[in-house]
């Protein structure tokens, strides 16, 4: 099992950027795909970003060119800074880990974009 614990968030003024961190624990393997998905009030479900052990980051459409997404493999950790937000990036954002056939979600964290 892997825990995943989210922090950061909370509200964020529009033009601000909003960082997000992910702590990994317990049975975290040597290699494997941490993601940020966001689920916005009336919309599905949304990948946003991804990167591996190896440092391979990939970023959705709606994100790219103001997102960076980083981990430290040493702690298990990764964080998401997001640039430029705007009221559309409000949403909760979900830490997530696949490794193997194994995949783990955090609970959640509320991001809220607003004046």
């Known amino acids: 099992q892997v825990q995943l614990v989210e922090s950061g968030g909370g509200l964020v003024q529009p033009g601000g950027s909003l960082r997000l961190s992910c702590a990994a624990s317990?049975?975290?393997?040597?290699?494997?795909?941490m993601s940020w998905y966001r689920h916005a009030p009336g919309k599905q479900r949304e990948w946003v970003a991804s990167?591996?052990?190896?440092?391979?980051?990939n970023y959705a459409d709606s994100v790219k060119g103001r997102c960076s997404i980083s981990r430290d493999n040493a702690k298990n950790s990764m964080t998401l800074q997001v640039n430029s937000v705007q009221p559309d990036d409000t949403a909760v954002y979900y830490c997530?880990?696949?490794?193997?056939?194994?995949?783990?979600w955090g609970q959640g964290i509320q991001v809220t974009v607003s004046s």
């Open positions: 990167i591996s052990t190896t440092g391979t980051t």
């Open positions: 317990g049975r975290v393997f040597s290699y494997n795909v």
């Open positions: 997530h880990v696949k490794q193997g056939s194994f995949v783990y």
